[in-house]
């Protein structure tokens, strides 16, 4: 088998087709001034789709309320401005031949005061815990957590209006909804707090609210991790039968595609078997599974010391990646690093041009276009 016959494949599934089987890997550039993308970003994701690029996931975008952002400079998902800055990165992109989804996002307790929009508002989550015995935070009341439900509703159905192809929802890395899924920061005693399955409530809130808002036939993506950004080691899930019960609900509530984080993506998931996580999830849900982690670069994203620098990669093969694919472990394989520093990373691939591609330093994301 070759990239060709793997990576180049059309992916259909019940609401998405794609040209090929890479997805652009969702990441944060701080690089909207005022919460709006500007012109500056529309070139940036329009050279990602004249790249080859099936499906680009945006980089995180803040829902509307008051605390969903933990960074400067981040792109809004609400709002007549960044929805029509949106609007033409849509149109860029299209043009080039691509699809894109942007990424619904709120940081939870990871926000701290200051942060704009949302001037002194404190961090929420389920209970006040960025990190676990914690508390540096607001603890979500039930109105808080109906109104981020519904900002997720909302940014969703702005989304779909504005043209975009999907939506991804970002469950992941120690955010807000993986506040809720973790134990770690999770200590309610109602409804949304105790076993997984009550902490997954919010979650599944979220995702039929979404689904709600979109129709039946519009593409929903759910990101999720075992990983924390503040507990590497951290897992939902020890068990196949754990992320089965897991993830169930989930898809039942109307999640199409999973985009499955992890750090490398070759690693196997549970002892007794090579699949990684992608490939547990799409067995254990029969729905298409994004995998993602150093493709095609010698070193993962993230540093030991957890002093958020992402680190540096030198291009790698991507053999054993056409070997998974071959065998159907996964349906797409999202790109991260190597796009930013490769935007025709699809193309050269396609081509056999491997020579051509160039190393990832955290420098580019500075001066990125
Ligand atoms: C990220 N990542 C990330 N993930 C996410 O879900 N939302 C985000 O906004 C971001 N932001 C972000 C910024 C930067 C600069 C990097 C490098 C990473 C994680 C990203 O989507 C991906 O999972 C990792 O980068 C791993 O893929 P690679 O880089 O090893 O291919």
């Known amino acids: 088998m070759t990239a060709q016959d793997t990576l180049f494949r059309p992916f259909t599934s019940d609401t998405l087709t794609l040209k090929n089987r890479i997805v652009m890997a969702p990441m944060t550039r701080s690089m909207s001034p005022g919460n709006v993308p500007n012109d500056k970003v529309v070139d940036y994701y329009r050279r990602r789709a004249e790249g080859g690029v099936g499906l680009i996931i945006t980089e995180g975008t803040i829902v509307d309320h008051p605390a969903a952002s933990g960074y ?23 043009a080039a031949g691509g699809k894109i989804a942007p990424q619904l996002w709120h940081v939870g307790a990871v926000r701290r005061p200051g942060v704009a929009p949302g001037g002194d508002t404190p961090g929420y989550s389920p209970s006040g815990m ?13 109105r808080d957590i109906d109104d981020v439900v519904a900002a997720f509703a909302k940014g969703a159905a702005d989304a779909k209006k504005i043209g975009f192809d999907a939506v991804e929802i970002h469950g992941a890395h120690g955010y807000l909804i993986d506040q809720f899924f973790w134990d770690g920061t999770n200590a309610r005693d109602d409804a949304y707090g105790g076993d997984l399955a009550a902490r997954s409530r919010f979650a599944l809130e979220i995702v039929a609210a979404v689904r709600a808002a979109v129709g039946p036939d519009f593409p929903i993506i759910l990101r999720y991790s075992q990983w924390k950004q503040q507990d590497y080691s951290a897992r939902l899930c020890d068990t196949p039968e754990a992320l089965g019960a897991f993830l169930g609900p989930l898809a039942d509530a109307g999640v199409d595609i999973f985009h499955c984080s992890t750090r490398r993506f070759w ?47 030198e291009p790698a093969s991507i053999d054993n990646l056409i070997e998974r694919m071959a065998r159907d472990e996964f349906d797409l394989v999202a790109v991260g690093r190597a796009l930013i520093a490769n935007p025709d990373w699809a193309n050269r691939v396609k081509a056999g041009d491997f020579a ?7 420098s580019l994301l500075a001066t990125l276009s």
């Open 72 to 94: 400067p400079d981040v792109p809004a998902i609400y709002g007549a401005d960044a929805l029509a800055g949106w609007a033409r990165v849509v149109e860029a992109v299209h």
């Open 356 to 362: 051509a591609l160039v190393p990832y330093d955290k």
């Open 130 to 142: 960025a990190r676990p015995g914690k508390v540096t935070g607001h603890a979500m009341t039930q």
């Open 267 to 313: 690693q196997p998931e549970f002892d007794g078997s090579d699949l990684n996580l992608a490939g547990w999830t799409r067995k254990l849900t029969g729905k298409p599974a994004i995998a993602v982690g150093s493709v095609g670069l010698n070193s993962d994203f993230l540093p030991e010391d957890g002093t958020g620098a992402f680190n540096a990669g």
